[in-house]
Nanobody
Framework: QVHLVESGGGLVQPGGSLRLSCAASGSIFSLNRMGWYRQAPGKQRELVADQTTAGTTNYADSVKNRFRISRDNAKKMLYLQMNSLKPEDTAVYYC?????????WGQGTQVTVSS
């Protein structure tokens, strides 16, 4: 069983930065993709950024050149560096690990961008 825990969310002013972390426990031997998703109130969950274990990275157009996904394989950690944050980035952010054919999700961390 794989367990994911996000951290690093909070309240930040427009233009500010946050770094989200996702810690994985359990076996991730068959990991093939990792990603960050977000869900704003009244909206569907959407992809923010993802990365395959081969290194292919994909970003939503709305976050390109502002957010950066990275990982530390040895520590089983996934990160999302978020810069130049905007009010429309406000959402609950979730990490996802695809292991074999199953997706595992964390519980989410709230990011609020407001002055």
């Amino acid at each position: 069983q794989v367990h994911l825990v996000e951290s690093g969310g909070g309240l930040v002013q427009p233009g500010g930065s946050l770094r989200l972390s996702c810690a994985a426990s359990g076996s991730i031997f068959s990991l093939n993709r990792m990603g960050w998703y977000r869900q704003a109130p009244g909206k569907q969950r959407e992809l923010v950024a993802d990365q395959t274990t081969a290194g292919t990275t994909n970003y939503a157009d709305s976050v390109k050149n502002r957010f950066r996904i990275s990982r530390d394989n040895a520590k089983k950690m996934l990160y999302l560096q978020m810069n130049s944050l905007k009010p429309e980035d406000t959402a609950v952010y979730y990490c996802m690990f695809r292991i074999a054919v199953r997706d595992y999700w964390g519980q989410g961390t709230q990011v609020t961008v407001s002055s």
